[in-house]
T-cell receptor, first 115, second 108 residues
């Protein structure tokens, strides 16, 4: 089974801090994704990556950046955390053979609170 | 850019009954997928139906797709307590776009 692991289930940070969310997948998938999930808004795509060092903006990239130095690891960075970035963050990956729109495998999420 | 929209937003049924959730979308798609999310967990892929398919089964799940009406339905037969979760449809017209989900609660 594909395993997508997010480094923290819960995280509390302060406004203005630089925050790193880490995600690792063990299936050699080339495509990886970061979403945030908010009540009433569903899942929104922040960034995705289709290869090492490659990244593409999703629907809500403002205030975020990403890093993909190794195939298995995709990091989401909040450059200067703000309270409106309090959310559930979900990482996912999929096999490029299925296309960007193919079935995705998700981690269990990081619930991030910015105080 | 919201594409799929699930209906109803919330659904409570007795254990053993069938649960039906619907998804409507706006533009043409390559495929439509359904996911389940248990409370506090990530999403789990359930089933994918391609645009040229009309119906697909997987265990107690039955998915239909009507591209002329731009709609899909997910039927869970003989529901169990473990089916309590949120269910999302996701459409693919290049990349996946998720709906806001239906919260399903199975009553004992």
């Amino acid at each position: 089974d594909v395993k997508v692991t997010q480094s923290s289930r819960y995280l509390v940070k302060r406004t203005g801090e630089k925050v790193f969310l880490e995600c690792v997948q063990d299936m050699d998938h080339e495509n990886m994704f970061w979403y945030r999930q908010d009540p009433g808004l569903g899942l929104r795509l922040i960034y995705f990556s289709y290869d090492v060092k490659m990244k593409e903006k999703g629907d809500i990239p403002e205030g975020y950046s990403v890093s993909r130095e190794k195939k298995e690891r995709f990091s989401l960075i909040l450059e200067s955390a703000s309270t409106n970035q309090t959310s559930m963050y979900l990482c996912a990956s999929n096999d490029p053979g299925t296309g960007l729109g193919g079935p995705q495998h998700f981690g269990d999420g990081t619930r991030l609170s910015i105080l | 850019s919201q594409q799929g929209e699930e209906d109803p937003q919330a659904l409570s049924i007795q254990e053993g009954e069938n649960a039906t959730m619907n998804c409507s979308y706006k533009t043409s798609i390559n495929n439509l997928q359904w996911y389940r999310q248990n409370s506090g967990r990530g999403l789990v892929h359930l089933i994918l139906i391609r645009s040229n398919e009309r119906e697909k089964h997987s265990g107690r799940l039955r998915v239909t797709l009507d591209t002329s009406k731009k709609s899909s339905s997910l039927l869970i037969t003989a529901s169990r307590a473990a089916d309590t979760a949120s269910y999302f449809c996701a459409t693919d017209d290049d990349k996946i776009i998720f709906g806001k989900g239906t919260r399903l609660h199975i009553l004992p």
